[in-house]
């Protein structure tokens, strides 16, 4: 935990800069590698273990993202991140037969490729849909990723003291349903009182609960189809970056799914 707290206090204010201060462009550009680095750790779990082929499919990527700035705000953007959204319930049932997949061929790789880009695209472009958003759009981002942070804090900690019945044994032995309580609770939180501050005081106060439930539930399917990953390739985390913490994918896992939804929730209530 030392290690785990210090790695954080490290890392949390440039990226706190970096989301408040940034401009937009700038914004897009370093998420982007961050991004891309969290999927080169995907592509390794996925089975990919040729470095150059790694290295094309991180070129393919990035050529992607920025084809998709040229086309912003256009009607893809919203089309994509609410598939980007969707893929997170189709999800579920890979983690509801969560041995599906698990063998090391070929076709099993693709399919988690595949699932990478529809995990990783999508998280980029509702990140910067929100960050390039008026008003506030710097600070809303801010609050979505406040809001996984603060679940994934109470998680911890609500499973620590009440942690009994497993959510997902197979998967994840260390995540319980007292975690997940935890983890609504804080990230309910968190976002009424960021609400509060950004001038949301009408009905569609209510409307950000539920936004925050619906994110805080699509952060915790995608810890659990990170630590899916992890399983099938046999491995603790995803990589060694972040003392404390593994991987960037380990860091980036619960955004990638709580993003897109994140995103829609605001755009539904017209923030």
């Known amino acids: 935990m030392p290690q785990r707290l210090l790695t954080a206090l490290l890392i949390a204010p440039l990226v706190v800069l970096l989301i408040l201060f940034a401009p937009t462009w700038l914004f897009a550009l370093a998420i982007a590698g961050i991004f891309l680095s969290g999927l080169w750790e995907w592509s390794r779990l996925a ?24 086309e912003r705000g256009t009607p ?53 849909a929100v960050h390039g958003s008026s008003p ?7 609050l979505a990723l406040a809001v996984v942070w603060a ?51 009408d009905i569609r106060l209510a409307g950000l609960l539920l936004v925050a439930v619906c994110t805080v539930a699509a952060s915790i399917v995608g810890d659990l189809f990170e630590s899916l990953l992890k399983r099938h390739a046999q491995v603790k985390d995803s990589g060694t970056l972040f003392p404390g913490h593994g991987g960037m994918l380990d860091r980036l896992d619960s955004i990638f799914a709580a993003m897109p939804v994140f995103a829609l929730g605001k755009w539904l209530l017209s923030l």
């Open 47 to 70: 089975g990919m273990r040729n470095h150059p082929r790694r290295a094309l499919l991180l070129a393919g990527a990035a050529a992607l993202f920025a084809v998709l700035w040229i």
């Open 151 to 201: 679940a994934d804090s109470g998680a911890y900690y609500s499973g620590r003291r009440f942690g009994r019945r497993k959510l997902a044994p197979a998967i994840s032995p260390g995540k319980t349903w007292a975690g997940v309580y935890g983890a609504f609770v804080a990230g309910a939180v968190v976002m009424l009182a960021g609400g509060w501050l950004l001038g949301v005081r």
């Open 136 to 142: 506030h759009g710097h600070a809303w981002t801010f």
């Open 76 to 128: 893809l953007w919203p089309v994509l991140i609410a598939a980007g959204a969707l893929w997170w319930l189709i999800a579920c049932c890979w983690l509801y037969r969560f041995a599906f997949a698990a063998a090391p061929t070929p076709e099993n790789r693709n399919l988690k490729l595949v699932a990478g880009a529809l995990a990783i695209v999508p998280a980029w472009m509702a990140a910067v």
